[in-house]
């Protein structure tokens, strides 16, 4: 059974910084792409910062030159550096990964259970 195990979410002020942490658990033929949504209240899930094993990187308008994200040299790690925050990054974050389980595997995607950041002004 695979899961994502996350780290790092809490209480900052407005400008500080946060990191955060996932780790793929479980036994996984490849990892192709990990990354980061969040859920504001009252609002949809989105993508805030995706990576792929060939180092291709999304971000979200909206936390660009703000967010950083990384893997870990195994690939199994996703970080998600904060700069910057503002009080509309407060938000659940969750970490995303797709995965293939062996190579006859047409490939899924797993979610974290949700880490909270908060943003007080």
């Known amino acids: 059974q695979v899961q994502l195990v996350e780290s790092g979410g809490g209480l900052v002020q407005a400008g500080g910084s946060l990191e955060l942490a996932c780790e793929f658990s479980?036994?996984?033929?490849?990892?192709?792409?990990m990354g980061w949504y969040r859920q504001a209240p009252g609002k949809q899930r989105e993508l805030v910062a995706q990576i792929n094993n060939g180092g291709g990187i999304n971000y979200a308008d909206s936390v660009k030159g703000r967010f950083t994200i990384s893997r870990g040299y195994t690939k199994t790690t996703v970080y998600l550096q904060m700069n910057s925050l503002k009080d509309e990054d407060t938000a659940v974050y969750y970490c995303?990964?797709?995965?293939?389980?062996?190579?006859?595997?047409?490939?899924?995607?797993?979610w974290g259970q949700g880490t909270l950041v908060t943003v007080s002004s």
């Open positions: 995303h990964a797709y995965y293939y389980s062996d190579y006859t595997s047409t490939g899924d995607e797993v």
């Open positions: 479980g036994t996984a033929f490849s990892i192709p792409a």
